[in-house]
């Protein structure tokens, strides 16, 4: 794993005021998850921001994530 955070993005996950799911993500990807999990997610907030601090889990490079939530 790289553990280089320049450039990445933390994609968040919240239910009201609660985070609920944090990633690390190269910025095309993780403006791509936010794409694709925006209308799975209806009312809940997504957000991409500078990873700057964090314990985020990367999204997986082989793009696992992605079958589960585009049909």
Sequence with gaps: MNTDRGGRKMVRIWLGDHLIAEYLAEPDRASRYQRVMTPKFTGLR????NAAT??????????QLWPLTVQ
């Design 54 to 63: 964090g314990k985020a889990s990367e999204l997986p490079s082989s793009e």
């Design 46 to 49: 997504i957000t991409v921001d």
